[in-house]
Nanobody
Framework: QVQLVESGGGLVQAGGSLRLSCAASGRTFSTYGMGWFRQAPGKEREAVAA????????YYTESVKGRFTISGDNAKNTVYLQMNNLKPEDTAVYYCAAKSRKLGVVLVYPLAVGAQYDYWGQGTQVTVSS
């Protein structure tokens, strides 16, 4: 079984920074890409940032462009989210997700669609105070 474990959440003042990390453990697998999603109280889950390793493509939701950066290590199935200039509206539970790869198959898929991902972490709380 595959597990994704997030870390790095916490409480920070507006304008501050946090770095989220997500590491996969369990059986050996490879991924097309990984992403970060978030869900605030009373709101639907939304894609924040995602990356397709093989195509080198990334996605950022409009509200975080220029403030958040996704990076990672494909070989280690590890992904990070550097969050700078945090705002109170960034407060949410942040989830890591991974799309399992089929060897020998190149795949283009919508990075921001949660249903595309096969594995999810348990979430880490990010709270930004004003």
């Amino acid at each position: 079984q595959v597990q994704l474990v997030e870390s790095g959440g916490g409480l920070v003042q507006a304008g501050g920074s946090l770095r989220l990390s997500c590491a996969a453990s369990g059986r050996t697998f490879s991924t097309y890409g990984m992403g970060w999603f978030r869900q605030a109280p009373g709101k639907e889950r939304e894609a924040v940032a995602a990356i397709n390793w093989s195509l080198g493509s990334t996605y950022y939701t409009e509200s975080v462009k220029g403030r958040f950066t996704i990076s990672g290590d494909n070989a280690k199935n590890t992904v990070y989210l550097q969050m700078n200039n945090l705002k109170p509206e960034d407060t949410a539970v942040y989830y890591c997700a991974a799309k399992s790869r089929k060897l020998g198959v190149v795949l283009v898929y919508p990075l921001a669609v949660g249903a595309q991902y096969d594995y999810w972490g348990q979430g880490t709380q990010v709270t930004v105070s004003s």
